[in-house]
């Protein structure tokens, strides 16, 4: 099963692209759409659109799992990513492609093992998981593939809510890293 994570946002968005078999998660592709600040919102929706239209032609996956909105201090902010989730949204359904959300909370939670996690916790975890040697990956681009860490999680387990790490490391024993 092939997942796209998606991180949106309207000056950059990420994009995670795994690969899910039996016990194995494999990173097929990751990056980040970045958006000229330039640009009115109008163009910057536009070019969202297209580029994850691209990857989902280019990819096939078959399932979309995105960030729900997360309301900071800033409306305007908030609006903005809603905007950014909206027409990834949409370019998934008008792929046929079953979407599924998730709040960052509940997101750290199934990667790191604590909602509460900071970034770079998230963005280790998901180098170790997936085996990445890439010093430089973007937040963006590790909360992307976070994102449909995730979703693959909750696909093995469909029932169950998330783990913790010591259930972590008892089904996945595999992927710690001595």
Known sequence: MIIIGVDPGTN??????????????????????KLPSQKPIPQRLKTIYSEINKL???YKPDEFAIE????????????????ARGVSILAAVHNGIPTSEYSPREIKKSVVG???????????MIKSLLVI?????????????AIALCHAFRMKNPGKKSM???????????????
């Open 12 to 33: 950059i968005t990420g994009f995670g692209i795994i690969k899910f078999e039996k016990n194995n998660y494999y990173r097929i592709a990751s990056g980040v759409i």
């Open 56 to 58: 989902i032609k280019t």
């Open 68 to 83: 729900t909105a997360f309301y900071g201090k800033n409306v305007q902010s908030a609006m903005k990513i809603g905007y």
């Open 164 to 178: 913790n790490w010591k259930q972590f490391t008892e089904t996945f024993p595999e992927r710690i890293i001595s």
């Open 114 to 124: 604590r909602g509460s996690a900071s970034k770079e916790q998230v963005g280790f």
């Open 133 to 145: 040697d890439q010093q430089n990956m973007k937040t963006d681009e590790s909360d992307a593939l």
